[in-house]
């Protein structure tokens, strides 16, 4: 019998991500969206309950004090599998980091084609916090010198990861205390694989501690220095005007889509697509020139630095070759479906491989090379139009959005105080005030498992009408851009009345769009400066801020969450727990569910909980705020006391006869 499938509604909120599948599935092509229908979840492994490690294996554990043929317990066996998830994630993001460094040293020797050193302040910025001399020395010279420095950060064997300085002095020290600050970042995930290997570490809370160790190397270590290094080469972003959905494709135009996560490749991409050579070859090819737009968080990272419009989140990678307008689409590292290449078949797209990491069968591989890039940035786009004489009909969804992205935490400084006073003490000062009840970091991915992109925009939406700051990266970012709430004061009828005077007042939109999954380290820096600023406590765990991850699906999701919790936040995750285990254990004796949350908030003040019900995830959300507040001394949140300034107010007031206004503004004549 054929499995029951979801309507297009069901599988997405999105209605650009509707047409596209109601064309799927007339053109007779499966998707991700159908494939979680014909494939369900495995109950065993979903819930932490299976082990793999061996040859005496797979063990299932399915019965109340079963164990596995070794003996281990179903404690040890989530919480080997969740530092295996962890140093996965961890590892993905700081190869990511380890690249970049690369890329800095070959760009301060004169040895990457292509390249500049863009942000020079930050560079000097990030040296000099290093501890590395900038006085009277060239860029290249800090440069060089910065980029040995955090390549050693992976291979160090001893001592502590310098970047973990940046966290706040009281947290360094309980993470000294608890002994979890990592020596090297290589180091922590190779143990990671080692301690989980069968017959070693066994004890799930010690196992557990390692997956803090794991995970900050993977947030203040690897991702930092992804973000850092992506800054310095690209330029630190800033707000400018970009689009997303799938409507930014064009019918008359080469459409290049650059997916994956590395802005190395596709910033040079941009480049190359804006030479005069490339737009005169796609003309003589009959087409307008060059559209590049982006998927994941490729998208984010040249969306926020060069306004390229984003083409969707994780799960319109697909839907954007079933548009048939595709030329290419360019895919470096981390989340591209291999399901891209058979899809592909059906239109003329080319899958183009260009990691030497990342091979797909089938797809055609043009490796990159940093010393060469803008040379292979243009061999890709000329294959790519030498494509569009293959194009067939094309279906592409008219729906785009405008946003305004690239809040990075040096802009937020400097929008709250300009360039003289920047400061976070606007921010503090309004949710210590009350206006702006607390932060909400809502990030992560899209999973086909849940209806794309509902979570995201649900949770965001009650948040801002509670007055919740939202900053968001990834996936999630894209997501809020979609649905229109990215747009400076577009969306703030909708919208807690503190808030939107805060909004109204600085002129941002009430969700900053902060990056791509790496750039949560962004978040990490935000919160720090905050703590640095005075107001709200003296570590991270007293901020009124959440994390919430509604539609993860990737190992580096359970690695964010973990450095963030280890942080001092709590974070929920929505979907179902990979540590639940048998139901009837949850509430007495599920070690792992218990550690990660009240085991973890002892000792870090944050906390990891699975919470697939979102209306439940908002309720635990705005009570943890609540009591920050409270535990800070700070007044309750009570809107009925703002959202009478700025323009409203002045609204208010040109509606007053003249003598009245004239009152309300000055007050009245004197007799
Ligand atoms: Fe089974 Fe133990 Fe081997 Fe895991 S390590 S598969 S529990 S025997
Ligand atoms: S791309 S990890 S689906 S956020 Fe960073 Fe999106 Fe999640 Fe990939």
Redesign the pocket.
Known sequence: MAKKRRTPEEYSSDPAAQEMLIHAEEIGIGTAFTRADDMAPCNVGGAGMCCKLCGMGPCRLTKDGQTGVCGATIDTIQARNLVRAIAAGGAAHSDHGRDMAFTLKAVANGEAEGYMIRDIAKLRMVAQKNGIEIKDRAPEEIADELADLYIAQFGQQRGEVVLMKNAPEKRQKIWREQNVLPRGIDREVVEALHRTHIGDDQDPEHLLNHAVRTALADGWGGSMIATDISDILFGTPAPILGQANLGVLKDDMVNVVVHG?EPTLSEMIVAASQDPEIIEYAKAAGAKGVNLSGI??TA?EILMRQGIPAAG??LHQELSILTGAVEAMVVDV??IMQALVGLAENFHTMVITTSPKVKLKGATHIEFDEHKALTIAKEILKTSIDNYKNRGKTKIPQHTEKLIPGFSHEYINYMLGGSYRASFRPLNDAIMSGRIRGVAAI????NPRSTQDYLHTYVTKKMLEEDVLVVE????AIAAAKLGLLLGEAGLDQVGPGLSEVCETIGIPPVLHMG??VDNTRILTVLTQMVEEGGLGDDIDQIPAVGLAPE???E??LAIGTYCVASGAYVMFGGASPVSGMPNRMEDSAIVSKYISEGWEDIYGGKLEFVPDPDEMIEKTLKHIDAKRAALGLPAHDPSRFGRGGDERMRELEELPLEERQAALYGAPAD
């Open positions: 996560h994941c968080c984010n989140n994780f981390q989340c990030v992560g991915c899209n990266t990834g996936c999630g791509s999954c993860w699906m990737s580096k999701a």
